[in-house]
Each structure stands twice: as structure tokens, then as C-alpha cells.
């Protein structure tokens, strides 16, 4: 009776990753402040994920919980890198150091359309005293999507979709977001999921 009405499961994740990275860093020249300095390199990475839910689990065979099925795949990307940083004036009264940082960053993952992508950074540091420091930076950035959103399996839930839908009566709601985003979606204020699954 024990066997017929539970027992244990179990799934497996494997995810490999490789890295291949070269950089060059060193003095390109100097200043009155101080040295500018560099780094410039290239990496190429690769990632793989194997996920093997249970039998029990890709069969719908567990009353009560997800199904799930297996997800597997790969990714790859390519990148190249540099960074900059410039002493602006050091010593005077005031400012301690006060330096620039330039980086940017451009890349390929085989899984984004749209050939290489590009992000970039700056920044300024300004040591006033020793125990004092201001920073600002500004810059881009961007994420790949991860390889279990890639290659997600399909599942099944038992949340029903009143538990989960924000834009039921939505013409109620008090949150702006969800009000602009559901009138955008051109779902009526009083949408109730009548007939939703």
C-alpha cells in the first residue's frame, strides 16, 4: 500500500562550463599625476546544461506536483575587452588623486540574434582625504538569457489562473504598473478569466 501511494523521486542537473581568457595589462605611458594604465584581452566561453527530472516527474506521475520534462542545451559566446585609466591630478590640495576609468566590453552568444553586442562604463574617483573617497560612474549593460530559460522543459502546474493573473480586475487595482500595462494589453478593466483555465 506504501508503494502505491508514495515513494521518492529524483532528478539530476550537470551543468559544464569552458573558459579560454587572455589579457595584456601593463603602463602604456605617463603622466604628470601618474601612470595610464591598461588592460585589454578576449574570452570565449562554453556552457552546457543537462537537467533529467524524474521518470515519475516527465510522466505526469505525481499527483498533486509539476510535471516537468528534460532540459538540455548549449550556449557559446565570444567576447573582447579593454579598460583605461587615466591619473587626472594628484597632491593639491583638496583632491588627493582624482582619476578616469574607461572600460567597454563587445560580445557574440550564439543564442542572441543580432551579431555582436556592446556595453561600455565610465567612471571618475576623487580622493579628497584619505579616509574619503567620491565615485561616479555610468554606463551600459546587458544579460544573455540563462540556459534553463533557453531550453526549459515543458511543465504543468496546478495553480489555477485567478491565483496568478494580475490583470484580473485590473480597474481596481492600485498599482500603476499593472493598470498601464494591462490597458496597453488591450485586456477590459473588469476582465474577470471567466472561461480561463
Avoid: M
Avoid at 551543468?15 to 595584456?24: F, I, P, S, V
Avoid at 601593463?26 to 603622466?31: A, D, I, M, S, W
Avoid at 557559446?76 to 590640495?93: S, Y
Wanted: include cysteine; charge should be positive.
Amino acid at each position: 500500500l506504501v508503494r502505491a501511494v508514495g515513494g521518492w523521486t529524483k532528478g539530476t542537473t550537470t551543468y559544464n562550463q569552458l573558459d579560454a581568457t587572455g589579457t595584456l595589462t601593463g603602463t602604456l605611458f605617463h603622466v604628470p599625476a601618474g601612470d595610464v594604465g591598461a588592460a585589454f584581452g578576449a574570452e570565449y566561453r562554453r556552457y552546457s546544461i543537462n537537467d533529467q527530472p524524474d521518470l515519475a516527474s516527465q510522466n505526469g506521475e505525481v499527483w498533486g506536483y509539476s510535471s516537468a520534462q528534460v532540459t538540455r542545451g548549449t550556449d557559446k559566446v565570444k567576447e573582447l575587452f579593454g579598460e583605461v585609466e587615466v591619473p587626472i591630478l594628484k597632491g593639491i590640495r583638496g583632491i588627493e588623486a582624482l582619476t578616469a576609468n574607461a572600460s567597454a566590453r563587445t560580445f557574440k552568444y550564439d543564442s542572441v540574434k543580432g551579431g555582436w553586442n556592446k556595453v561600455w562604463k565610465l567612471g571618475l574617483s576623487w580622493q579628497i582625504i584619505p579616509s574619503l573617497r567620491l565615485r561616479a560612474t555610468k554606463g551600459t549593460s546587458f544579460r544573455a538569457p540563462g540556459l534553463y530559460e533557453l531550453y526549459l522543459g515543458n511543465l504543468s502546474g496546478f495553480l489555477s489562473q485567478t491565483s496568478i493573473d494580475p490583470c484580473i480586475d485590473w480597474g481596481n487595482s492600485t498599482n500603476p504598473k499593472i493598470r498601464a500595462n494591462c490597458a496597453a494589453a488591450g485586456i477590459p478593466n473588469n476582465y474577470n478569466a471567466a472561461g480561463s483555465s
